[in-house]
């Protein structure tokens, strides 16, 4: 099936007499004939549902739209994008290793590998996307457990050469996760170009609404875990928390997903709640028609920005003076996604005064959905930062992150206008 397609047809299939839509599996527990069917659940002896920390079927069914998305062999909802990406890194890596992560990733994301997992025990070493092959390969030590990345990085823009990342990671023996949040598996497949894991933010387009925060992790089955025993020995060595299971053996290519569920699910419990769940698939049934709709009025305002007399710079991968529209076109030859960055001719200042004459476009703490909104990173999401780690992060000071909606372009650009003539 085409994208469209899963979109709306995958998941949930009803069978005769059942709901024509996904069902909200409100429940926290299932129920069970005998004592014995119940325990071998615990021993993953057999599959089934025993409590919604770990797993609850609505989630699954969406899970498994997302994963047809993506092309991969398995897929996991968590309750937020951090939760994501925290568990995609945390599957793999523990106490005393070492992760490499491009420094342009999502501010969250970033406290995330420096910050919190640091304190886990686990390093992180902060490599700059476009530097060369030769000073990435630099920052691989013997306890190197993954190489992180975005696809397009959120607020640089920044455009991964995912082979390039895919092949670096792999000739240390390591994956590729990338977070594919803000491309969307409608404008890129990180798994065709070689990434391993691929997680998401839920909570931007794919719900698409702004009205659930969520995650999802999806699996390739490409990576060869049971190749490196000593390396991911989480995966290839028994579990003692399940009376010596060992997940690549018993789980084959659902191994990854299946310890993310059955360990870190139900030990951290960072499931999604059904009702989300919900509200997530209803978003996904639209993402290939909004993701068109976002591309191209992102192009029109870019173009527009490009030309206006009081805008000193545009980022936005679809113009052809962009740095990355190379790749671009390389990756997501139907669009990358539908926010711009700019700069305004008065600076950091200047920025402050025009968000506020905005109409249209409104202030919040988010990005990449239906509305129409604005942000400055350097005095919100990422004011925990010093100006040498905004510049790293390619968040320049000056930075308006403007996250183009799915309104009449001729709107948002007449907002646009107004705001910048009173400034
Ligand atoms: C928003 C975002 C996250 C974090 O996701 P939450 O759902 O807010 O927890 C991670 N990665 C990217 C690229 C994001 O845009």
New binding site residues.
Partial sequence: MKKETICIQSGWKPKNGEPRILPIYQSTTYKYETSEQMGRLFDLEESGYFYTRLQNPTNDYVAQKICELEGGVAAMLTS??????YYAVFNIAEAGDHVIMSST??G??FNLLTCTMKKMGIECTVVDPDDTLENLEKAFRDNTKCVFA?TI??PALVVLDIEKFANLAHSHNVPLIV?N??ATPINCNPFEWGADIV??????YMDGHAMT???AIVDSGNFDWAKYPDKFPGLCYPDESYHGVTYTEKFGKGAYITKATVQLMRDLGSIQAPQNAFLLNVGLETLPLRMERHCANAQAVAEFLEAHEKVAWVNYPGLKSNKYHELAMKYMPKGTCGVISFGLKGGREAAGRLMDKLQLAAIVTH??DARTCVLHPASHTHRQMNDEQLIEAGVAPDLIRFSVGIENVEDIIADLEQALAQI
């Fill in positions: 937020s994008g951090q939760a994501a990406n990733v999502y969250g994301t975005e990085a959120n977070d949040t803000f997680t998401h933010s839920t909570t931007k925060v969520g995650g990005v990449a």
